[in-house]
């Protein structure tokens, strides 16, 4: 028992100085350890305190102002630079809140509301950088960028970074302005050197003067010519709307403006409203003007023909450096409108030049073309002349020959009087061309029934109608329609309307005249199927001399003077209303549409009462039998044919009648015949009708006799005249013999 306790004993000790032996070694590799830990550590925090200075002294070198946050906003570092930047207190940093600083960073910046939720907003959406750039409201100018910072893979917070960009930036602006300005005085060199247009140039030189020396409102005063009394100056305006400038307070007058327009080298106020000379102030809402600056513009003679002005509505801001570019700009713009009025005086007489070239050339043209349309207008008269003299001569010759059959007699009578009547016409409208060349057509206005006039229309172009074999139809309102007008006029118009529809229209063709009214005037529509109105022609038609052209199915459409539509235009126009030529809608032919103004209504009974009064007038006295009275008739004409074939025709009629070859030989007759009708020619030798009636007058013969003017001058002067020197009828050549019977057989 005993030796087992001391086994148990001594392997117990055996044991527990293992243990200890164990433990021993275990303490010494411990403290090995803690040493070179501790040995470790102090290195450690050598390095990083040395690393910490190495970022601190980093941090304090660099040109940017640093902020370091984590991302509560909590500053965990910063420079010195960035404290000085934004003019913190060592107290304020203390408390290590970005928004404190913040708070007192925005009130430097332009727009505070902005830079802080900017600032915010970095925060809430953590980009990986961001860059902004801040205006200091003391002009200064920050860049401001940020980087997020990661360290071992986790988000630990934000690198502010501020630098000070105000120097660069006015370097920048020094440089831009600086080439602006090389930019505008290279453009406006060019334009000087290149165009010649005096307000373009104008207006180059005062936008760029004007931007140049940094004024807000710029004037250009010049002239185009050499000044002659008080020539106006011209302007172009730069910096505000033309309309505002005379609104604004920049001198246009007085003294000031004056002594730039005198040649004054240089005006500079730096204020404008202090200078006793100022006359002018802004107007409220405009452009007020402070800072002035005015130079004039001189040509190559020293001739002022203009000045630049310019305005700012701040104070002293022109200097030197605007003063030398603006006068430089004004000296060049005075030589380039020197060249540019030269260039006009020029280009003015070159085109006096040719304007007088192409008028000579015009009325060269004309007059060739006036002579060729002479020599076919008299080629044509003496066509249209001999066309009547001809069945005329034939006439006369079957007269001669003693014909006795009363069917050939009686139409040769007819054939003269178409003949007569024809010629008649072409005198007629040839006057009336006269009178229309002289502005001597005159009208005899008075309130007439349309429906008589396109009666006396009708009636007068029924033989070309019929001749023709055209079916002619009138299409009238039921109301009477009174014009104010002259019923032989208008009549003379619907007349040759009528017949240019008949000879531009083949044989069986169709006219149609149509009429409509209301209450402003009536409109005459005549239409036909004819050949119509070419369209080369259509707006020359009314012209004078200017005929349609024939066809082979209207040879009668040849001939004629070509005056018959320029008649009916004038006629129509001098009663006030209009005429048009057109092509038919449907089918060929034309349409010639008459508007005419309506009368009132209250002269329709004086209207019909003139239509009856001259119906009467023109119809010829049938007197029944054993009532007739024989007259003592003295006709005179220096034209024997004349005198004796009229003395004829009226002793056929029953009259005892002599005749007289000159005024001399009527005075004579007169006295000792004692006529009861003395018909007087006007333009008679030795002495004329007019001197010839006075004469017989003045013998006081009772009963006095009635004194006739039978002439071929038959113009309102010539009536006039006639009247004047005491004649009761003038007549004009050849005379209707109804008229002439009526007259003889009337009771005076």
């Not at 005459?524 to 200017?546: A, K, W, Y």
């Not at 024997?640 to 005024?663: I, K």
Request: charged residues 25%.
């Amino acid at each position: 028992m005993m030796q087992a306790s001391d086994d148990e004993d001594r392997l117990l000790r055996s044991v527990a100085l293992q243990n200890a032996q164990s433990i021993l070694r275990a303490r010494q590799q411990a403290e090995g350890v803690l040493v070179a830990a501790r040995d470790g550590l102090e290195q450690k925090t050598t390095e990083l305190a040395l690393s910490l200075s190495m970022v601190r002294a980093t941090l304090e070198a660099s040109r940017d102002g640093i902020l370091v946050t984590d991302d509560n906003a909590h500053v965990t570092g910063f420079n010195q630079l960035y404290v000085r930047m934004w003019g913190l207190s060592d107290e304020l940093m203390a408390f290590r809140d970005h928004e404190r600083l913040l708070a007192v960073a925005s009130r430097q910046v332009d727009d505070a509301q902005h830079y802080l939720d900017r600032v915010h907003e970095i925060y809430r959406h953590s980009p990986a950088e961001s860059f902004d750039l801040l205006q200091l409201r003391d002009g200064r100018v920050y860049e401001r960028s940020s980087k997020i910072q990661i360290v071992e893979g986790q988000h630990v917070g934000r690198v502010w970074v501020f630098r000070d960009i105000t120097e660069q930036r006015r370097s920048e602006d020094a440089l831009r302005k600086k080439a602006r300005v090389l930019e505008l005085l290279n453009k406006t060199g060019t334009i000087l050197t290149a165009k010649l247009d005096v307000r373009m140039l104008a207006q180059a030189v005062i936008d760029a003067a004007t931007e140049i020396s940094g004024a807000k409102v710029g004037v250009f005063f010049y002239n185009t010519a050499a000044r002659s009394g008080d020539s106006p100056f011209l302007r172009t305006v730069a910096g505000i709307a033309e309309q505002d400038f005379d609104s604004c307070g920049l001198p246009q007058a007085g003294a000031l403006f004056d002594l730039t327009l005198s040649g004054a080298p240089l005006v500079h106020l730096d204020d404008l409203t202090k200078d006793a000379r100022y006359e002018a102030a802004a107007q409220p809402g405009t452009v007020p003007i402070r800072s002035y600056l005015a130079v004039p513009v001189a040509s190559g003679s020293a001739e002022v023909i203009g000045g630049l002005f310019f305005g700012h509505p701040d104070a002293g801001v022109f200097d030197e450096r605007a003063e030398r570019l603006v006068t430089g700009i004004a000296a060049q713009a005075g030589v380039s409108i020197d060249n540019a009025r030269l260039y006009e005086v020029a280009r003015q007489a070159a085109q006096e030049r040719e304007k007088l070239l192409d008028n000579e050339r015009a009325a060269r043209s004309e007059a060739e073309q006036m002579s060729r349309m002479k020599d076919e207008f008299l080629a044509m008269l003496a066509h249209e002349l001999r066309n009547p003299l001809a069945p005329l001569r034939a006439s006369a010759e079957i007269l001669r020959l003693g014909a006795d059959d009363v069917a050939v007699l009686e139409r040769t009578r007819a054939i003269m009087e178409r003949q007569i009547a024809h010629l008649t016409r072409l005198v007629d409208d040839l006057l009336d061309v006269s009178r229309i060349s002289r502005g001597k057509l005159g009208l005899h206005l008075e309130p007439i029934r349309l429906a008589d006039a396109i009666s006396s229309a009708a009636e007068t172009s029924r033989p070309v109608l019929l001749e023709r074999q055209h079916v002619f139809t009138v299409t009238m309102p039921d109301q009477p329609i009174v014009l104010t007008a002259d019923l032989v006029r208008l009549s003379q118009a619907f007349t040759n309307l009528l017949n240019n529809a008949a000879k531009y229209t083949p044989e069986g063709g169709a006219v149609e005249l149509h009429v409509s009214a209301d209450a402003q005037g009536v409109t005459v529509s005549i239409e036909d199927n004819g050949i119509g109105v070419p369209e080369h022609l259509s707006t020359r038609i009314f012209d004078m001399f200017v005929q349609g052209e024939p066809s082979p199915a209207t040879p009668q459409a040849q001939g004629g003077l070509g005056i018959g539509l320029t008649l009916v235009r004038k006629i129509v126009e001098m009663h006030g209303g209009s005429i048009r030529a057109e092509s038919r809608s449907e089918g060929p032919g034309s349409r010639f549409i008459v508007w005419l103004p309506m009368a009132d209504t209250a002269a329709t009974p004086a209207a019909a009462e003139s239509g009856t009064a001259q119906a009467a007038a023109l119809a010829p006295v049938r007197h029944p039998a054993g009532v007739f009275e024989p007259r003592r008739i003295l006709v005179t004409d220096d034209n024997v044919d004349a005198a004796v074939t009229l003395a004829s025709l009226l002793g056929m009629l029953g009259h005892e009648v002599r005749t007289a070859h000159d005024g001399a030989e009527a005075i004579e007759a007169a006295a000792t015949f004692r006529p009861d009708i003395i018909f007087l020619d006007i333009g008679m030798p030795r002495m004329d009708g007019y001197e010839a009636c006075r004469r017989i007058r003045a013998l006081r013969q009772a009963p006095a006799p009635v004194i006739v003017a039978l002439t071929g001058w038959g113009q309102a002067e010539d009536k006039r005249k006639a009247q004047e020197a005491g004649f009761d009828h003038h007549f004009t050549k050849p005379v209707d013999p109804a008229r002439l019977e009526a007259l003889v057989g009337s009771n005076f």
